[in-house]
């Protein structure tokens, strides 16, 4: 049986979400759509310069130029415009109410299932219902739902033995989709 106390600050939520964004598949799926969409209107424009008379190779070095600049671009601000709208998103539910979280986190694990306790709320969850385990660079998320999930700092870890032992044991009852990033 494992038991953690730890506080949860707006940091631990931001990564979160930055996690849970950078590596859902539906993430995935929008970035490849969003560069197929840039391909598709500059090659339009290139087509069109073509079509009315424009030198094709010109515009060929042209198109390429652009379309690199414009990966180039969204890779390197991808990332950071996340980031920047994660936290405007969070402070805005901030000024609207109370974040999906507890600050002060008591979670316990035994053998059927495990217990989050908050100065708020208390809620019990079985494995069977925990549909995958995560661990990100500051935390271990057990997901309780697609977009869902209960927070584990890694700070609530004594050591790395600790931890270790930890993802055996939760593995060996949800059996997840466990991913390492």
């Given at each position: ?48 310069a ?83 385990v ?16 209960i ?31």
């Amino acid at each position: 049986m494992y038991s953690f106390a730890f506080n949860l600050e707006d940091s631990d939520y931001l990564e979160f979400n930055k996690f849970h964004f950078e590596t859902a598949p539906s993430h995935k799926r929008l970035e490849r759509g969003a560069l197929a969409l840039m391909a598709i209107i500059v090659l339009a424009f290139y087509v069109r310069a073509v079509a009315q008379g424009a030198n094709w190779l010109s515009m060929l070095i042209s198109l390429i130029i652009v379309l690199g600049v414009v990966l180039l671009v969204f890779r390197f601000t991808s990332k950071p415009l996340t980031g920047l709208i994660l936290k405007l998103q969070i402070a805005s539910i901030k000024k609207d109410g109370k974040l999906p979280f507890g600050k002060n986190v008591r979670l316990t694990f035994d053998e059927d299932s495990f217990v989050e306790s908050t100065e708020v709320a208390e809620t019990k969850t079985k494995y069977a219902s925990v549909e995958k385990v995560a661990k990100g660079k500051t935390a271990i998320y057990i997901y309780t739902g697609a977009m869902q999930a209960i927070l584990l700092p890694l700070s609530a870890f004594e050591n790395d033995e600790q931890q270790r032992e930890f993802l055996n044991f939760i593995n060996a009852r949800v059996q997840p989709d466990f991913s390492t990033r």
